[in-house]
């Protein structure tokens, strides 16, 4: 009674798709043509590059390693000086004070932008490991695991980040090293949850439910069917959390918890670049800062646009 | 009404969240040593045995019971108002006092913040999120984005370049003040009784703005009120650039949604499509982040009041954990975590209230 | 009674057209290339009847149905041509004014809207639609909005379209005398026969349905004339809210005034696309100081409305519930008082469909589409739901478009069935002639695909179904896009495209088996 050719359509088999990478391609060509997803991911390409560049070859920055940083420095001077052209290149875009010398900005801000790629990279990635592979077990498992895992990241989102990410840089102790692993813990929960939520979609479809049926094991269908499945909003969300990191890790120096005065850090030289506000100096300030915006915004744009590819909703 | 049970159930959640909330608190606390702890009560010159007087210390702190028997002391503790002492550069004495001090202002700062930034985004976003793409559009998403990207102090340290009081000579912008709560000119020489010079402190909400109101002190009340702008300011642009991107999003992802192509096939008017259809929907998905945007928002007090010496419990805490008073980091934390489950609380009944389904 | 009503209903329009549909090409620009989803579709439907159109899925039958409404979403898609005659307006009219397109390759094309005649567009359409023609869809938990409950959903759409109305009602009753009393009491007595019907009609055009009931126990009490006189004035002024009548009144002028200004506006578009330079300056000039004077005199009015906001339309809400309450025992359902205040997700899906359609006909269209109103809905729902579209289709004689790709729910409903393949109608003719003597190959093997047992195939051709698939319509094939499935394919189905020409008496067909008419 009813229109077969329609219903032959309805009951095609549900086909399990795994990301192929004809997909991949074709997300990234979505991308491209994104125009401002491009321009966030062309500057924040650079910025890894400068980060791996001052890691491996710190020649071609000039730079040997963060101590060496002193042979820039101008000890004599008493006010920071200007950006201007008459110092060279690394005078470029001024001068500012760090513990009694100057440094010029550019070379501090790149030395700069290395650690905090570094550690921001490190915690989110971590983070996001940690978080995705718990998550996706709770998630799938159900019962207690599950329970108890909500429970506590329930816990966690019940303090706001700054205060809690505080609260264990006190306990573990106010090294960047410490501040780190507070940070990594202060993370994951978000990745848990988001894992979480995804592996409880992805376990009532029914190529996993024929996957159970088949035989095969918990850890099986979640490194096969969940974890994948997982990854791409673990992605956009690693790419919106990287600057959200960055943004944090430089709070917490700004604030003065971390007590490694010499090291060179985004928020510590804004810190420091403060006390000459007062004098009407704007760029110990405004240098470094928008060394932070830039990254920030573009691996914004960056997210944004992998969002909007790979969200099938919009995906034209 | 179903919403007034929606209420009473979400009021009974909030227990297992406030225990849990102690017990983080607990955890952290538990997690130093007990020498730790107890180096308080050993006086190195008294004639009893070091060893007596720590285990007597041990012994009179409850260190001695099972871990679960100390939980629920602690918990007793935390609700009889013990909350032990702190000794730091800003503050010295009972931690809840120093939380009753210093709190009125942090509370102050988000919820104007809060406030400013709803009232400004619900419109604003309105507008923008019905006209994608266009040039409106486009504007607002570069400024949301770059507000939204920019560090906190960043913005705050901007807004003191740009319109800070003899930060820049000339600037004729720079006409607000970068630090302090008030000026001390608008005190006059004999401070009122209920201002306290020595702490900076008035009373009795501990609010410059509303304390001088209260007794009529309008001098100070302008003062008061002139420097909460830069600080208000800060933070209400950083969240108002959260909260924009999200309601932009959800009219988006609304107005390509089928109940609002029957709206039109009703004969419903375009613009009553979307302040009738539209919003409402879109309205949702903003209210279920709000409770993360609020605690983003708390971390931004503490950095506020940092970056414009605004006396508040985020500055307190930050002392706290500078100088290692443990009983101050805890007490600032469980106070920060019960406004965040409060903020939560108020935000899940906006929710329900906004969408019926919520409510079964 | 009912089908007296219909044969009445019948015979006076008899066979006039409601809705016209003339070479309507509707197109999607996405990132990966053109998707031509109509090409040149021609149809219509005449008044008080049941047009059926069927086809697999995506051969772009719901796309008729939203670029009927002009609900084509814009961005991706547009209406490019053609044009779309609902109650003798072509609402296409400004069509070509309305943007330009510049299409520079399969996925790069530019779109420049003018936006203010796209305005004026929205607003002459936003008339239209709902009070002319009207929509259900296909799945009603998504097409009801979540969060306004359903009495203000369907009472949305009363108060848009009928406020003059209500006004007028509400203020004869205000203003109800003895006299009209005694003049109605009369009335009944002289009339012969059943007086329900007169009481009805009374009732409602006095705005006191409520007091219907009460007045026919009076009538039916027959108790001697001065007592039942007296009793029925008691409980018919008893009725009477005591309204301000002047703020009705404004009200009812006010949007008197906007109705002729979208009458003029109507009028305006037309001369337009007719190219009268002289009516259009003269119309336009005449909605200029139509809308100067509504503004400046109903300023106050405005004001009040925007200060006071729904307060101020207390009254006209009290009316609109009291009809959408109607309505909703109109379409059978029970309890139409909890359902008015209930939110569509408390509401089973029948229920939502039933509300859906109450909320369609609450402006009295006269032409409902129903696109795929039963999918999403479970067998017995299901007849519930095309029993009631045929009822009211019967009483009211609205003309339903219907769209469906199950052929038995078409043979149960329709009187007229148009086939569609691919972005054309490809078929058209009265459904016992289409199910019996079918001319297309692809109405000919959409027909042998399904298992029947009442209608004997022509061919007496098994259960089959037919080869391939609906092609991609962003590069359709050349000429009859049906040409790579058919069977009878010649040499020209691939180079011209065929012109549905009428081969037998009210049946047309698009196929060069039957003539050699061309389109292009």
């Known amino acids: 009674m009813v229109d077969t050719t ?87 875009l001024g001068y500012t004070e760090f513990y009694s010398h100057q440094y010029p900005l550019l070379t501090i801000s790149l030395a700069a932008i290395k650690f905090d790629i570094g550690y921001s990279l490190f915690i989110v990635l971590i983070g996001a490991g940690i978080g995705t592979v718990i998550g996706a077990i709770a998630g799938f498992k159900g019962g207690y695991i599950d329970e108890i895992l909500m429970r506590i990241t329930d816990v966690f989102f019940s303090i706001p980040f700054l205060i809690l990410a505080l609260a264990f840089i006190f306990l573990l102790g106010r090294y960047i090293i410490m501040a780190v692993y507070a940070l990594l813990i202060v993370w994951w929960p978000t990745y848990a949850r988001l894992a979480r939520g995804q592996a409880l979609y992805i376990k009532s479809m029914k190529y996993v439910e024929a996957a159970t049926a088949s035989g095969a094991s918990t850890v099986r269908n979640v490194f096969s069917h969940v974890l994948p499945n997982v990854l791409s909003p673990v992605f956009v969300q690693i790419s919106l959390d990287l600057g959200s990191i960055m943004q944090l890790f430089a709070v917490l120096f700004y604030l003065g918890v971390i007590s490694d005065p010499y090291f060179p850090e985004l928020g510590n030289i804004i810190s420091l670049g403060q006390n000459w506000l007062g004098a009407g100096l704007w760029w110990p300030v405004i240098i470094p800062g928008i060394f932070i915006l830039l990254f920030t915004v573009s691996i914004n744009l960056l997210g944004d646009g992998l969002r909007d590819v790979l969200d099938p909703k919009l995906r034209r | ?105 942090t509370i102050q700062l988000a919820l104007f913040a809060t406030i400013l930034s709803i009232v400004i985004a619900i419109p604003l976003g309105t507008y923008i999120g019905a006209r994608p793409n266009s040039v409106a559009d486009q504007t607002g998403r570069v400024f949301s984005l770059a507000f939204y990207a920019m560090p906190v102090f960043l913005l705050g340290l901007l807004l003191q370049l740009l319109f800070g009081q ?195 | 009674m009912v089908e007296e009503q219909q044969e009445e209903i019948k015979t006076k329009n008899n066979g006039e057209e409601y809705l016209r549909v003339e070479n309507l090409v509707t197109r999607f620009f996405t990132s990966k290339g053109i998707v031509k989803a109509l090409d040149g579709v021609t149809l219509a439907v005449k008044k008080g009847e049941i047009f059926g159109l069927v086809g697999e899925s995506g051969c772009g039958k719901s796309v008729t149905a939203t670029s009927i409404m002009d609900l084509i979403p814009d961005p991706p898609g547009r209406i490019i041509s053609g044009s779309i005659y609902i109650d003798n307006y072509n609402i296409l009219n400004d069509l070509p004014k309305l943007a330009r397109i510049n299409v520079k390759s399969e996925t790069d094309v530019r779109v420049k809207r003018n936006k203010r005649l796209i305005k004026r567009h929205n607003f002459v359409i936003s008339k239209i639609r709902g009070r002319k023609i009207a929509m259900i869809f296909q799945e009603p938990s998504l097409a009801l909005n979540p969060v306004i409950s359903i009495g203000k959903q369907i009472s949305e759409n009363i108060l848009l379209h009928n406020r003059v109305e209500i006004a007028n009602s509400i203020i004869r009753r205000e203003s109800l005398t003895q006299e009209d009393v005694r003049n109605f009491y009369n009335e009944i007595r002289d009339t012969k026969g059943d007086f329900r019907p007169l009481v009805n009609k009374w009732t409602r055009q006095y705005a006191v349905p409520v007091a219907e009931d009460e007045i026919v126990n009076i009538l039916k009490s027959g108790a001697d004339s001065a007592l039942t006189l007296k009793e029925l ?17 404004t009200m009812r002028d006010y949007y008197k005034r906007e109705e002729e200004l979208f009458e003029l506006t109507l009028k305006l578009v037309e001369a337009e696309s007719k190219n009268e330079v002289n009516n259009a300056a003269v119309l336009e000039q005449q909605i200029e100081y139509l809308s100067y004077s509504l503004k400046k005199d109903f300023s106050s009015f405005i004001w009040k409305r925007r200060l006071l906001g729904k307060r101020f339309e207390v009254v006209f809400e009290e009316e609109a519930r009291r009809r959408g309450i109607e ?102 003719g009265p459904a016992s002639e289409l199910f019996n003597n079918p001319l297309h190959p692809y109405t000919t093997g959409l027909l042998s695909s399904i298992p029947r047992a009442d209608v004997k195939s022509r061919n007496e051709i098994k259960l089959e179904s037919i080869p391939g698939s609906v092609p991609n319509l962003i590069s359709p094939p050349t000429g009859c896009r049906f040409h790579p499935r058919c069977k009878f394919k010649m040499d020209i189905c691939a180079e011209k495209k065929p012109a549905l020409v009428e081969v037998q008496k009210n049946h047309k067909v698009a196929c060069f088996l039957y003539s050699k008419e061309v389109v292009n």
């Open chain 1, 6 to 92: 329609v219903m032959q359509a309805k009951q095609l088999p549900v086909k399990k798709r795994h990301p192929k990478l004809e997909d991949y391609s074709h997300t990234f060509r979505l991308l491209l043509k994104n125009k401002l997803a491009l321009v966030g991911m062309i500057i924040t390409t650079f910025y890894f590059i400068i980060a791996f560049l001052d890691l491996v070859f710190p020649r071609y920055l000039g730079v040997t390693n963060a101590s060496n940083l002193l042979s820039f420095s101008i000890p004599t001077a008493v006010t920071p000086i200007g950006p201007s052209f008459s110092h060279g290149l690394p005078g470029l």
């Open chain 3, 327 to 428: 309505l909703l025992t109109l379409v059978n359902i029970a309890e139409p008082g909890r359902v008015y205040d209930a939110y569509p997700h408390e509401l089973s899906g029948g229920m939502q469909q039933r509300a859906m359609i109450a909320m369609a006909i609450a402006s009295n269209p006269m032409m409902l589409i129903a696109d795929e109103p039963t999918t999403a809905l479970d067998v017995t729902t299901q007849a519930q739901i095309l029993d009631l579209i045929r009822d009211l289709n019967k009483v009211t004689g609205t003309s339903v478009l219907f769209i469906t790709h199950d052929l038995a729910v078409i043979a149960e409903m329709c009187e007229r069935l148009g086939v569609m393949y691919a972005g054309n109608l490809v078929e058209e």
């Open chain 2, 166 to 360: 003899n930060v820049i000579a000339g600037n004729p912008l720079g006409v607000l003040p970068i630090a302090g709560k008030f000026s001390f000119n608008a005190v006059g020489a004999i401070p009122p009784p209920w201002f306290d010079p020595s702490t900076g402190l008035t009373g009795p909400t501990h609010l410059p703005l509303f304390d001088a109101l209260i007794h009529g002190d309008w001098k100070l009340a302008y003062s008061s009120f002139i420097y909460l702008i830069l600080p208000v300011v800060t933070l209400t642009l950083s969240l108002l650039a959260a909260i924009l991107r999200f309601i932009r999003a959800g009219m988006v992802d609304a107005s390509n949604q089928e109940y609002v192509k029957t709206a039109r096939s009703k004969g419903v008017p375009e613009s009553l499509v979307i302040k009738r259809h539209v919003r409402k929907n879109a309205l949702i998905p903003t209210v279920t982040v709000l409770g993360l945007l609020f605690a983003g928002l708390l971390g931004g007090v503490v950095v506020v009041e940092t970056v414009f010496n605004y006396y508040g419990m985020g500055i307190l805490a930050l002392n706290a954990v500078i100088n290692v008073a443990i009983y101050g980091v805890l007490g600032t934390t469980f106070v920060f975590g019960v406004t965040l489950m409060a903020a939560n609380l108020i935000v899940d009944i906006a929710y329900a209230f906004i969408d019926p389904r919520i409510r079964y």
């Open chain 3, 233 to 249: 004035t008691e409980v018919i002024m008893g009725k009477k809210r005591g309204n301000e009548l002047t703020h009705i009144t």
């Open chain 2, 1 to 105: 009404m179903e919403l007034r049970y929606f209420i009473i159930r979400r009021l009974l959640l909030l227990i297992p969240t406030l225990l849990g909330l102690v017990l983080l608190v607990f955890f952290l606390l538990r997690m130093f040593p007990d020498t730790y702890l107890v180096a308080r009560f050993v006086n190195p010159k008294s004639p009893v045995p070091i060893s007596v007087q720590y285990a007597n210390a041990k012994a009179a702190l409850g260190l001695n019971y099972p871990i679960f028997i100390q939980y629920f002391f602690y918990l007793k503790a935390l609700f009889t108002g013990q909350w032990g002492t702190m000794s730091t550069s800003i503050y010295t004495g009972s931690v809840l006092k120093g939380i009753e001090l210093y709190f009125p202002a």
